[in-house]
């Protein structure tokens, strides 16, 4: 069983940042990931890490975000920079125990996060 604890997140004007911080408990994972999801619209990959490997990104915010992990103590983080209103949404981080070769299909990721909001403003 993995648990993630998320923090961070807010309300910001565009072009302002934030850090999204998830902190993952219990058995190994594969993969770490952040999804997002507006009002009315599908829940979206926005970046994943492969855990000691290779980061991946939404054409929508390669340059702008980064994702990174914390090698002590494991916790993974968003850097969110140049934030558009298009970014608002509630975002969650993700883990999967597996890797399929593969980094944005919410199907392979078992265990998420409660979800934190970001909202922008123009």
């Known amino acids: 069983q993995v648990q993630l604890v998320q923090s961070g997140g807010g309300s910001v004007q565009a072009g302002g940042s934030l850090r999204l911080s998830c902190v993952p408990s219990g058995s190994t994972r594969a993969l770490l990931g952040w999804f997002r999801q507006a009002p009315g619209k599908e829940r979206e990959a926005v970046a994943a890490i492969l855990v000691g490997s290779n980061r991946y990104y939404a054409d929508s915010v390669k340059g702008r975000f980064t994702i990174s992990q914390d090698n002590g103590n494991n916790t993974l983080h968003l850097q969110m920079n140049s934030l558009k209103p298009e970014d608002t949404a509630m975002y969650y981080c993700?883990?999967?125990?597996?890797?399929?070769?593969?980094?944005?299909?919410?199907?392979?990721?078992?265990?998420w996060g409660q979800g934190t909001q970001v909202t922008v403003s123009s």
């Open positions: 993700a883990a999967a125990p597996y890797w399929y070769g593969r980094w944005s299909d919410a199907r392979d990721y078992n265990y």
